[in-house]
């Protein structure tokens, strides 16, 4: 990892290289027009279409009869699981649900005064295509956390779709997984052809409101594209982990949990401390630790890529710099980490204390572990039950209300120029009478 000290660099040059590193779509314009294009192929050709990319990205031979997963499918997916999977897989759910419940907007009174009364309705979307990226792991928690909000809220349909290997098969702990968490169809589609489909639906694909999950960057620009068409959740980029850190924490836990950023691969992996000792520490736990890892060659790669160690001159300035980085995952272990979460202005999700590892929101705690990446953070929050809620208003008006505001009304709509507005407000006042057909 590369060690950075603050008084002997640039830090906000430093800081803005690191800003540019964790942007979403920052270098890859270049891939834009070949996304177009294959949405625009979806739009013309529909499930033709998708055959032919299936078998170029993903070397998969499948007829539009074959892309919906099976119930057998399925059924055979959980012979080849074991059953202390289901059941973590099941606690899982269970959390997730229960914090989802706990945070869901409610329905509030109305807001009633002489005459007017102002309510507000939420109502859940009808339909949501989940994305489930492929890759080298199987990604059942990415199933849960997009998933189990969305039940919460309501949804009355949600499909998903996820990339298949070349023998046109889904890794079992994928289906398992959509299967627990009630997802109602599974297309074995991936890339931005499987983003289009659900935005614009084909033959086969039904189109959705909604389109939510983490893909790469041809997904991601895929959803950019489509928004409008459907809703999206946000433009994931890679996944980053900031860990604010005094002299007081434990180092291989440290070093632990900067590995399991940069097993993603990439991951971007950041240390701020104040700590010249911790940071040595950390060195040496980082080439212990990772000769035990299973991708440890993919892991030392994306580490000493993307990884990053900036020593401050005291706590302050680390809590400046994640500010100024408004990272994805937050992890703060100091000797008082919540006085330290008082000053923190921009994070996707929060990890507390020496015992509270980031794997612990990427499974099981109950928060949806999709979030704002590339420090967009300063201005948007992880996916969440209400990210599927719509929020209506219903405004119900007495004659004697109308009345009361009759005079504002006219008043700002002869300002703009728009008479059809005046005359809807006088006619209910009889104050312009309605010509009658002759």
């Known amino acids: 990892m590369q060690v950075l000290r603050t008084w002997e660099c640039n830090i ?96 509030i009174s109305p807001l009633k005064t002489h005459g007017v009364v102002l309510d507000t309705v939420y109502s859940p979307l009808e339909s949501v295509g989940v994305y489930v990226p492929g890759g080298a792991a199987s990604y059942p928690s990415t199933v849960l956390m997009n998933t189990i909000p969305a039940r919460v809220a309501g949804v009355g349909k949600i499909i998903m779709t996820t990339p298949p290997a070349k023998d046109g098969t889904i890794p079992p702990e994928r289906l398992v997984a959509a299967k627990e968490s009630g997802v109602n169809e599974i297309y074995k589609i991936g890339g931005a052809q499987a983003i289009a489909a659900l935005a614009f639906g084909t033959e086969t694909v039904p189109k959705v409101d909604k389109i939510v999950g983490p893909g790469n960057i041809f997904v991601t620009l895929a959803k950019r594209e489509i928004f409008g068409y459907a809703g999206i959740d946000m433009l994931a980029g890679p996944s980053e982990v900031v860990i604010v850190a005094d002299d007081r924490a434990n180092p291989s836990f440290v070093a632990s949990d900067l590995l399991s950023q940069a097993e993603h691969t990439p991951g971007i992996a950041i240390l701020v401390t104040f700590s010249e000792l911790l940071t040595e520490q950390v060195l040496v736990e980082l080439k212990l630790q990772i000769t035990n890892l299973k991708r440890r060659t993919d892991t030392k790669r994306c580490l000493d890529k993307f990884g990053i160690i900036l020593l401050t001159k005291n706590i302050d300035e680390c809590i400046d710099i994640a500010n100024t980085l408004a990272p994805e995952h937050l992890q703060i272990m100091t000797q008082n980490p919540r006085n330290v979460l008082s000053h923190i202005k921009h994070a996707g999700a929060i990890f507390l204390g020496s015992y509270t590892p980031v794997a612990l929101g990427d499974y099981i705690a109950g928060p949806s572990h999709v979030l704002p990446t590339g420090s967009t953070a300063r201005f948007s929050s992880g996916l969440s039950v209400n990210d599927f809620l719509k929020r209506s208003s219903v405004i119900t008006y007495s004659k004697s209300a109308l009345k009361d505001a009759c005079d504002d009304i006219v008043e700002i709509s002869k300002a703009e120029g728009l008479d059809a507005h005046t005359r809807s407000i006088q006619i209910r006042l009889n104050k312009e009478k309605s010509k009658s057909l002759k």
């Not at 290289?17 to 070949?34: E, I, T």
Request: glycine share 2%; proline share 2%.
């Open 12 to 107: 906000d040059k430093e800081i803005k290289k690191l800003k540019q590193r964790l942007s979403v779509l920052d270098g890859f314009s270049n891939q834009r027009d070949a996304v177009l294009k294959i949405i625009r192929d979806i739009q013309k050709r529909g499930d033709k279409a998708i055959v032919s990319y299936s078998k170029r990205f993903d070397k998969a031979s499948l007829l539009p009869a074959e892309f919906q997963v099976k119930d057998e499918e399925i059924a055979e997916a959980y012979k080849k699981i074991s059953l202390p999977f289901v059941r973590s897989i099941q606690r899982a759910i269970t959390n997730i649900w229960t914090y989802q419940e706990h945070i869901r907007i409610r329905n």
